[in-house]
């Protein structure tokens, strides 16, 4: 449980960083991986999607820009490294029309994500629709240990094509 608390904290530190940082251009940000199910360990991944608007051309720029909020956070990882919990922040940035064209990563978020920021309910209303469509394929996600993968389709038939 100690764990999850102090990285409760490190969330709002991230929030606040994201809100200062991205202004109005944030549109949403949500934590998923263990860290948004709640079952984190010291050694975890702080797994990040951020969607903003005009964000830079390509990935290398997009995380030169989150360079500023990695120095507001980073007194806080420092303390948590203290205590033995070395969490990196791993982020995702898409726009929000990047996002609306799909990603496989949503299969990672539609049941774990959770919601930081979400202006408008943008995240939630393309997790819905992701989530509808998966339960229209009968899509179910399979659980091997602590690994997992989707079974988009049990039913599926050599030579069908479908849409996610």
Known sequence: MTVQRDLEDLLAAVLAACRQHYGERLVSLAVFGSVGRGVPR??????????????PRGRVARAADFRAVERAVAPRLAALRSKGITPELSP??????????????LLDMVDDARLLHDRDDFVRSVLAALRERLERLGARRVWRGSAWY???KPDYAPGEVFDL
Do not use: C, M
């Not at 898409?94 to 799909?102: C, F, H, V, Y």
């Open 92 to 105: 995702v940035f898409k726009t929000p029309a990047e996002l609306s064209q799909g990603s496989p990563l």
């Open 42 to 55: 010291p050694d975890s991944d702080v797994d990040l999607l951020i969607v903003a608007r005009d964000l």
């Open 150 to 152: 989707w079974d988009l």
